[in-house]
């Protein structure tokens, strides 16, 4: 008995000393404003979204309708909505966004406040509802659905008319909102042609209705508030792109496309950039019209995703009501490339290192949460410091041409310039591999390939201490081959234009 409870004193002791010997975790560094809202983050983090423009335009082989096609025009006889969002799914969209009314005035669901909608066509008799599968086949999916309610129509009588048409598209705009379900964007431009009339939108009342009727919903526009366009149809973002903006520097229709494509390092607001680009040349399908080779999609990928923004990808269903085999077989290609590239991640084979650490060694801010996908974990290095620097060191050569970062944005956008070093096999000199300025959610940078055993990553700038949550280092077998190609071509133009002007 004497035994027993000398043994369970001594335990009690060794229990008492280990928790006296611990010591409290460093808490997290402060967020620097401004911050994502949580609707804002669940957007970028989705990263790629899909476009349905569909409507009376895919049947009159028109962009922008007039507003005066008979409905009877509007017939697909094989929409499959649950088809849309399948590929869409499988293709790694995180969300599909409809045009439920364009610039013609068309709705493609029963509104109650027109009658040139679904409702006056021959479609399903008339009892059709475009918006009403497209949300249950999303629902089904578990993708998000996302709505473009145009400002500009060309057939209702009250347009140009503030109040009254203010009135009419408030009252569609809560049709959408009340009855199908949760809405996560809603999509809004200033598109108008020249010479229309005179139209001044609620924009403010607009907004506030929104959130009042879809508090998760992100609204986009040239000036957010949620989200803002890029400044493009190109699908290219600013070598530089902050999330930060000040949404006092921009208006709907009249932004400039700078500001829209880089942000601003001082903004006061948190409106990440959204990319849209079409698979075609036009927005709406036309017969004639072929989508963009996969390869092209994924330069677009990395000018876009890979420079803090979302990609949205308009994928225009045909006159039949289906994606096109030919876009289907693009999204394939585009899809097959991503994961080829981003799925073997070279950087887990490394023992990482850094400069410092927040709160030590021991600390729950280490190198090695970069490994780790997620924005809970990240390096933070130790306060005060003269010099942000990630190390990986390899057991052998590893061959690489792409570089990813991504910083944990809930925390606030911070790193302002970087650069990636390797160290040369046999002479052991460091080499600057590339540079680069804004990271954000996502940074991809691609260059020429190159082989190491040693690389380190290093931040020149932040607006404060920096913060990583991921790093990647991939081999791109897609789009670096043909750069390079295109880089000799450039080369050799440019020096037989110096020749020229040499002779001259």
Same mark, same amino acid.
């Given at each position: 008995?004497?035994?027993?409870?000398?043994?369970?004193?001594?335990?009690?002791?060794?229990?008492?000393?280990?928790?006296?010997?611990?010591?409290?975790?460093?808490?997290?560094?402060?967020? *620097?404003?401004?911050?994502?809202?949580?609707?804002?983050?669940?957007?970028?983090?989705?990263?790629?979204?899909?476009?349905?423009?569909?409507?009376?335009?895919?049947?009159?082989?028109?962009?922008?309708?007039?507003?005066?096609?008979?409905?009877?025009?509007?017939?697909?006889?094989?929409?499959?909505?649950?088809?849309?969002?399948?590929?869409?799914?499988?293709?790694?969209?995180?969300?599909? !966004?409809?045009?439920?009314?364009?610039?013609?005035?068309?709705?493609?669901?029963?509104?109650?406040?027109?009658?040139?909608?679904?409702?006056?066509?021959?479609?399903?008799?008339?009892?059709?509802?475009?918006?009403?599968?497209?949300?249950?086949?999303?629902?089904?999916?578990?993708?998000?659905?996302?709505?473009?309610?145009?400002?500009?129509?060309?057939?209702?009588?009250?347009?140009?008319?503030?109040?009254?048409?203010?009135?009419?598209?408030?009252?569609?705009?809560?049709?959408?909102?009340?009855?199908?379900?949760?809405?996560?964007?809603?999509?809004?431009?200033?598109?108008?042609?020249?010479?229309?009339?005179?139209?001044?939108?609620?924009?403010?009342?607009?907004?506030?209705? !929104?959130?009042?009727?879809?508090?998760?919903?992100?609204?986009?526009?040239?000036?957010?508030?949620?989200?803002?366009?890029?400044?493009?149809?190109?699908?290219?973002?600013?070598?530089?792109?902050?999330?930060?903006?000040?949404?006092?520097?921009?208006?709907?229709?009249?932004?400039?496309?700078?500001?829209?494509?880089?942000?601003?390092?001082?903004?006061?607001?948190?409106?990440?950039?959204?990319?849209?680009?079409?698979?075609?040349?036009?927005?709406?399908?036309?017969?004639?019209?072929?989508?963009?080779?996969?390869?092209?999609?994924?330069?677009?990928?990395?000018?876009?995703?890979?420079?803090?923004?979302?990609?949205?990808?308009?994928?225009?269903?045909?006159?039949?009501?289906?994606?096109?085999?030919?876009?289907?077989?693009?999204?394939?290609?585009?899809?097959?490339?991503?994961?080829?590239?981003?799925?073997?991640?070279?950087?887990?084979?490394?023992?990482?290192?850094?400069?410092?650490?927040?709160?030590?060694?021991?600390?729950?801010?280490?190198?090695?949460?970069?490994?780790?996908?997620?924005?809970?974990?990240?390096?933070?290095?130790?306060?005060?410091?003269?010099?942000?620097?990630?190390?990986?060191?390899?057991?052998?050569?590893?061959?690489?041409?792409?570089?990813?970062?991504?910083?944990?944005?809930?925390?606030?956008?911070?790193?302002?310039?970087?650069?990636?070093?390797?160290?040369?096999?046999?002479?052991?000199?460091?080499?600057?591999?590339?540079?680069?300025?804004?990271?954000?959610?996502?940074?991809?940078?691609?260059?020429?390939?190159?082989?190491?055993?040693?690389?380190?990553?290093?931040?020149?700038?932040?607006?404060?201490?920096?913060?990583?949550?991921?790093?990647? *280092?991939?081999?791109?077998?897609?789009?670096?081959?043909?750069?390079?190609?295109?880089?000799?071509?450039? *080369?050799?133009?440019?020096?037989?234009?110096?020749?020229?002007?040499?002779?001259?």
């Amino acid at each position: 008995m004497n035994s027993q409870i000398t043994i369970l004193f001594f335990f009690s002791i060794l229990c008492l000393s280990q928790i006296s010997n611990s010591s409290p975790l460093k808490p997290h560094p402060l967020p *620097i404003l401004p911050l994502p809202s949580s609707q804002q983050l669940q957007w970028q983090l989705g990263s790629m979204a899909m476009f349905l423009h569909f409507g009376p335009n895919t049947f009159t082989n028109s962009e922008w309708g007039t507003g005066k096609a008979n409905p009877s025009v509007f017939n697909p006889t094989h929409l499959n909505a649950t088809q849309w969002v399948q590929i869409a799914k499988d293709s790694g969209f995180s969300r599909v !966004i409809l045009t439920a009314k364009h610039h013609d005035g068309f709705c493609l669901w029963p509104s109650e406040y027109t009658d040139y909608s679904v409702k006056s066509s021959s479609w399903r008799n008339g009892t059709g509802d475009v918006v009403a599968e497209l949300a249950a086949a999303a629902a089904e999916a578990g993708i998000g659905l996302g709505l473009y309610l145009s400002p500009w129509d060309r057939h209702d009588q009250s347009y140009g008319k503030t109040l009254e048409y203010n009135e009419f598209y408030l009252s569609q705009m809560t049709e959408l909102l009340t009855k199908y379900g949760e809405i996560k964007e809603v999509w809004l431009d200033g598109a108008k042609g020249e010479g229309e009339k005179d139209m001044e939108y609620f924009f403010d009342t607009w907004f506030s209705l !929104i959130h009042q009727l879809q508090p998760k919903a992100v609204i986009f526009s040239d000036a957010g508030p949620d989200v803002r366009w890029i400044g493009d149809e190109a699908g290219l973002a600013g070598s530089t792109c902050w999330s930060l903006f000040n949404r006092t520097n921009a208006k709907i229709g009249d932004t400039d496309p700078l500001y829209s494509q880089e942000g601003d390092k001082f903004g006061q607001d948190w409106v990440p950039a959204e990319c849209d680009v079409s698979i075609r040349p036009g927005w709406f399908w036309h017969a004639l019209e072929s989508p963009k080779p996969a390869v092209q999609l994924l330069d677009i990928y990395y000018n876009s995703v890979g420079r803090n923004c979302l990609f949205l990808l308009n994928v225009p269903p045909n006159s039949s009501g289906l994606i096109s085999e030919q876009d289907i077989k693009v999204l394939e290609e585009f899809r097959e490339m991503t994961h080829s590239i981003f799925s073997n991640n070279l950087a887990r084979k490394a023992l990482v290192n850094s400069s410092s650490i927040r709160g030590g060694q021991s600390s729950q801010f280490g190198p090695k949460n970069v490994l780790e996908e997620g924005l809970d974990k990240y390096w933070a290095p130790e306060e005060n410091q003269k010099e942000w620097v990630l190390y990986l060191e390899f057991k052998d050569p590893v061959s690489f041409n792409v570089l990813e970062i991504r910083e944990p944005i809930q925390m606030g956008q911070r790193i302002a310039s970087f650069h990636l070093e390797t160290q040369k096999i046999g002479s052991g000199k460091w080499e600057r591999v590339v540079s680069g300025t804004t990271v954000g959610n996502k940074r991809l940078l691609r260059f020429l390939k190159v082989e190491s055993r040693s690389l380190k990553l290093v931040v020149d700038k932040a607006r404060t201490d920096p913060l990583i949550s991921y790093l990647g *280092i991939y081999m791109d077998k897609f789009s670096v081959s043909s750069r390079r190609n295109t880089t000799k071509i450039t *080369i050799t133009r440019t020096l037989k234009e110096e020749q020229q002007l040499h002779d001259l």
